[in-house]
């Protein structure tokens, strides 16, 4: 069993849920912001490729029906942007991992896909911190079943609808309010990968 942390949000509702995803199935448990970065590299056609992201997440389960809730992503990425590059996603998260402000839920990243072995999926970990510490099926190994376009205009990345595949902390999670983490249009082939900061919540 996973505890929930925070408030009770299981009558919390997704504003502007897509048509197109899944309702969910069970009642919602954890609510987070996250701040981190969504990475790519260049493929050989001059374009960029996902291939993975690390981010922070934050309890915002308490923040359900009032105001800040609806516009806590425009905070954490006007603030995440602004840090300097001397805070990479990793060294923030290091910093918030070494304070274990009982804010922050977990951390989200991708591993090697734990059904076939092949290719990567998005993980959300809260085995180490939080309510859930120490509980090592506080985790949701996800596959996504479809995205759509961020309402709020092409600089935000896709809003998506994932269900799990291994793990016990949830059966279904949703990318919504998303800002920015989009690439630059083109690339160079052969240039490293890079790294772009995004906020959002799941
Ligand atoms: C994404 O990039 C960050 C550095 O910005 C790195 O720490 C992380 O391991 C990378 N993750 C993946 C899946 O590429």
Redesign the pocket.
């Known amino acids: 069993m996973v505890k929930r942390s925070g408030c009770d949000i299981s009558n919390a509702k997704i504003t502007g849920f897509p048509t197109s995803f899944a309702a969910p199935s069970l009642k919602p448990s954890f609510a987070a912001v996250a701040i981190g970065?969504q990475?790519y590299t260049c493929g050989s056609t001059g374009t960029y490729t996902n291939?993975?992201?690390?981010a922070e997440l934050f309890d915002i389960s308490c923040l359900y029906g009032s105001s800040a809730f609806d516009t806590i992503q425009d905070a954490a990425i006007d603030i995440w942007k602004i840090a300097p590059p001397i805070f990479?996603?990793?060294e923030v998260i290091a910093i918030l991992h070494s304070t274990n402000t009982p804010a922050v839920l977990g951390q989200h990243?991708?591993v090697t896909n734990p059904l076939t072995g092949q290719g990567?999926n998005p993980k959300w970990d809260f085995t180490s911190q939080g309510a859930n510490a120490g509980n090592s099926n506080a985790f949701v190994v996800a596959a996504k079943v479809t995205g759509v376009s961020a309402p709020t205009g092409s600089q935000d990345i896709d809003w998506v609808d994932l269900k799990a595949l291994t793990g016990s902390l949830a059966q279904e999670v949703y990318r919504t309010d998303t800002r920015e983490g989009q690439p630059p249009a083109s690339c160079t082939p052969g240039s490293p990968?890079i790294?772009v900061k995004y906020a959002a919540k799941y």
Not at 51 to 54: D, L, N, W
């Open positions: 970065v990475n291939v993975g992201a690390v990479p996603a990793q990243y991708y990567v990968m790294s």
